[in-house]
């Protein structure tokens, strides 16, 4: 794989248990924004490509589901912007899907969970170990 290159990353948020249909939607619009501010390179609502069973609609939007375009050396700091982020909101779970990969971030000890972001992101490119700060907008 080249370095170098940009990963197309899906997050998909699951809402606490009393979450409705339109808090989940505000949700993925203020973490979509959040990580514009944090300049990713792209972040757009996912679509189906394939319509619901029953449905004649492909394309519609599929909500608590984003589509996030990154560059490798920021995808670390990507991922640690989404766990900061899910924290103090109203969101049970976060999954960060790469190809085949995925992690689901939650409610875990920050230890633990810089484990698990560590060892996915070393499957994925290079660590950004030398700067681990956060230095986001609004969190």
Do not use: C, Y
């Not at 490119?125 to 907008?137: A, E, V």
Request: no cysteine; charged share 25%; net charge negative.
């Amino acid at each position: 794989m080249d370095r170098t290159s940009t990963h197309e990353i899906q997050v998909e948020l699951e809402g606490a248990a009393d979450s409705d249909h339109e808090e989940l939607e505000a949700l993925t619009l203020e973490l979509r924004q959040h990580l514009l501010d944090f300049e990713v390179e792209r972040a757009e609502l996912a679509r189906r490509s394939v319509a619901p069973d029953g449905t004649k609609v492909a394309g519609a939007l599929t909500v608590g589901t984003l589509i996030v375009t990154v560059g490798v050396p920021l995808l670390a700091k990507t991922l640690d912007v989404i766990k900061a982020w899910i924290e103090n909101r109203p969101v049970r779970t976060a999954t960060i899907t790469i190809g085949e990969d995925s992690i689901e971030m939650e409610a875990l000890s920050s230890e633990d969970q810089r484990r698990l972001i560590d060892a996915f992101v070393a499957s994925h490119g290079p660590s950004s170990q030398d700067d681990t700060s956060i230095s986001s907008p609004g969190i």
